[in-house]
């Protein structure tokens, strides 16, 4: 098939799956609102029925239904790139989730890259190593990995090493970027000292599920014909390794990968950020979800399906620079 | 001094069923520039018996014990440094599915210029210059635009090609080639074999050739060993073992070979299975499925014995050898009268 045209083709597809994924994930929600209403006028003043209510009742689109409600947030998007005011407070939340996805963000990339570590080296050892000494206590490793909560990592490490041991604050975010003023907590280092905790939760949580992952991948690769081939050729075991079975056996791990950082990550962002004090997303999410604070939720519903299509795109580029049948043929 | 020399060669694989013993005492020499043909039905040990030669059998599942020498040195138990440097130099090897045997991930070019920089300190554009050459010479067609597709890019027949260049890279003096063809058309199976040929033509190449099926190894080779659950059952000169088979499974495969001078209507198939390796039946392991068995047969192997006729042809069998001639007389006449019939 012509190339350009795949790519074309690709191209539309991605774009046509991405609005189908953002009007359903968006309107699901809506709806699931709308069912568990929770009247919003009484969040904000405390009863409804009043005047003033009324008026609010207006002012927030609540007096029509579901549909051109949600129509509205559209709209807003569309025309003046709004996600809507909080009914908590009246805040934007744009800026509000503006604030919170790097904290978000920065948790589960920064857990991504420290799992990773720890998952690919330890993978592929008690892969090409079965029943060694690393294998084994991998194996316990994953164990605890698979079976410990969350919250309970989370705490245990907090007292342990926060409270306990004083090496690790056990609560706050400091900002990546340098900001200039005195209260603000800001830069890399102090930015990666307040997360330490945090990503470790992380890191261990998943880590856990990727080295047996990884294992069990590196094996299959290494029972591939073409790394018998390779053998047959001569090819020392660094050789081996390097070139014919660690990329093959990167290819799930990537698509794995792609899926786990957006779904796994928001539902244990929820319990991390709410053990280690981080205002992002996932605290909020929560938040917004038991007081019915519908543009916050509908606002995180939004980001996080952006987060979806954006990590879906990195996986395919990815995964057409890794594997190059799928770079000719899709 | 023979270029491969095997002796009493086993190879146990311990599995979480028990030990299976693949190959159970073979021994067979060859020399320089020779072919030997080994045929066998699936699951006979052609492959287990030359994936130890080259040493590529697991250690840590699989028990070897025997000899293999290879131009006068051990490799049983050679340093991993050793048996590298003989693999892919002095022995190359292809395998059976040529669609599995190739690096996805890597260009035919590099995967062949990694041939030659394993074993060669030259530089990568010598090493390329070599691969370009080399595909020209397994008949590529525009070898120069070819060398950087993937392999999914090629069509089988293409890739065995490719897979043949790799071996013969290094000018290496033996090919083991591990049933290179069963994956492949008919008409490609007959080009591939003309190639290889020509290539031992020209290269005086000793080629070991695994296969099922007995029209290669009558086209191909210059000895013939055929494999019977992991034993050697009968080895001859491949005109010998045409002429006069002296044992039942020989006879049983020579009458499964389709040839165009027989009607596929009477192509017989030797009926029962394969021998279990985990659990070997007693004495001949084909006497459940041989027609002429008798008690002996059923309670001691038979050892490898010269023929009455050359003492370089050699087979296992209990039958005297008046039964023996007897038997494939009747055979050999039935065969050729389904030829009459046929013409
Ligand atoms: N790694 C292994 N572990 C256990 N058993 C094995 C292993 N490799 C091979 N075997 C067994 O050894 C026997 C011989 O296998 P082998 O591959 O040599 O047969 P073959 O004659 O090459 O057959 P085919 O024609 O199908 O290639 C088979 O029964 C197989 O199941
Ligand atoms: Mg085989």
């Avoid at chain 1, 009914?87 to 790097?102: C, I, K, N, Q, T």
């Avoid at chain 1, 000494?133 to 969350?150: E, Q, T």
Wanted: aromatic content about 8%.
């Amino acid at each position: 098939m012509d190339e350009g045209f795949a790519l074309t083709r690709f191209v539309l597809r991605r774009t046509f799956w991405a609005f189908f994924l953002f009007i359903v994930a968006t309107f699901v929600t809506y709806v699931i609102f709308y069912v568990v209403p929770a009247n919003p006028v009484s969040l904000i003043n405390g009863a409804g029925g009043t005047t003033a209510g009324q008026h609010l009742r207006t002012t927030l689109h609540l007096d029509v239904p579901v549909f051109q409600q949600y129509w509205i947030f559209v709209w807003n998007i569309v025309r003046h790139g709004s996600l809507g005011y909080s009914f908590l407070d009246g805040s934007s939340v744009r800026s509000v989730l503006g604030r919170e996805a790097p904290i978000t963000g920065s948790l589960i990339l920064g857990g991504a890259v420290l799992w990773l570590l720890l998952a690919i080296p330890i993978g592929i050892i008690s892969a090409i190593r079965p029943r060694s000494l690393v294998d084994r206590f991998g194996m316990i490793f994953v164990l605890i990995g698979v079976s410990a909560p969350a919250v309970w990592l989370g705490l245990i490490l907090a007292y342990s090493f926060g409270f306990k041991l004083g090496w690790t604050p056990i609560a706050d975010y400091c900002n990546f970027f340098p900001t200039h003023g005195l209260t603000l907590c800001s830069g890399p280092a102090r930015w990666a000292y307040h997360l330490v905790l945090p990503w470790t939760t992380f890191a261990l949580l998943f880590a856990a599920i990727y080295t047996r992952m990884i294992r069990a991948s590196v094996m299959e690769t290494l029972s591939e014909d073409y790394v018998r081939t390779a053998k047959a050729k001569g090819a020392g075991s660094m050789r081996l390794l390097v070139h014919h079975v660690l990329r093959n056996s990167m290819l799930p791990v990537v698509t794995l990968l792609g899926l786990d950082l957006v779904a796994l990550g928001i539902t244990n962002a929820v319990w991390t950020e709410t053990v280690f004090n981080l205002h992002g997303l996932g605290s909020e999410i929560g938040y917004a979800a038991r007081v019915g604070n519908l543009p916050m939720a509908v606002g995180i519903v939004v980001v996080v399906t952006i987060a979806v299509i954006v990590l879906n795109f990195i996986v395919d580029v990815l995964y057409a620079f890794l594997d190059p049948r799928i770079r000719l043929s899709t | 001094m023979a270029l491969l020399e095997v002796t009493d060669l086993v190879t146990r694989f311990r599995t979480d069923d028990g030990i299976v013993q693949a190959v159970s005492g073979v021994s067979f020499s060859l020399d320089r520039g020779q072919t030997l043909g080994v045929v066998g039905e699936s699951g006979s040990g052609k492959s287990v018996t030359f994936l130890t030669v080259m040493g590529l059998v697991d250690p840590r599942h699989a028990d070897v014990t025997g000899s293999v020498r290879f131009d006068g040195n051990e490799l049983l138990g050679a340093s991993f440094s050793t048996l590298r440097k003989i693999r892919g130099q002095r022995i190359g090897m292809i395998f059976q599915d040529p669609m599995t045997s190739l690096n996805p991930v890597k260009r035919i070019g590099w995967q062949l210029e990694e041939a030659v920089l394993i074993h060669n300190d030259v530089s990568r554009s010598e090493a390329r210059r070599r691969s370009l050459e080399v595909l020209d010479e397994v008949e590529i067609p525009r070898a120069d635009a070819r060398i950087d597709d993937y392999p999914h890019q090629f069509s089988g027949g293409m890739r065995q090609r490719v897979m043949i260049a790799m071996a013969l890279i290094n000018q290496p003096d033996l090919l083991i080639a591990d049933e290179p063809t069963t994956a492949l058309d008919v008409t490609t199976q007959a080009q591939i074999l003309r190639l290889m040929k020509k290539l031992q033509d020209e290269h005086g190449t000793a080629i070991v050739m695994i296969t099922h099926d007995l029209g290669v190894v009558a086209e191909l080779a210059d000895d013939a060993a055929v494999m019977y659950g992991g034993r050697i059952v009968e080895e001859a000169k491949v005109q010998d073992l045409f002429a006069q088979p002296e044992m039942p499974y020989t006879w049983g495969l020579l009458g499964s070979l389709p040839r165009a001078d027989i009607t596929a209507a009477r192509l017989e198939q030797i009926p029962g299975q394969p021998p279990s390796l985990l659990r070997p039946p007693n004495g001949c392991a084909f006497n459940p499925r041989c027609a002429y068995a008798f008690d002996r047969c059923r309670a001691e192997l038979p050892e490898l014995r010269p023929s009455p006729t050359s003492g370089e042809h050699r087979f296992r069998c209990h039958l005297d050898d008046a039964d023996r001639l007897r038997i494939w007389t009747a055979k050999k006449a039935e065969l050729t009268s389904t030829e009459g019939t046929a013409a």
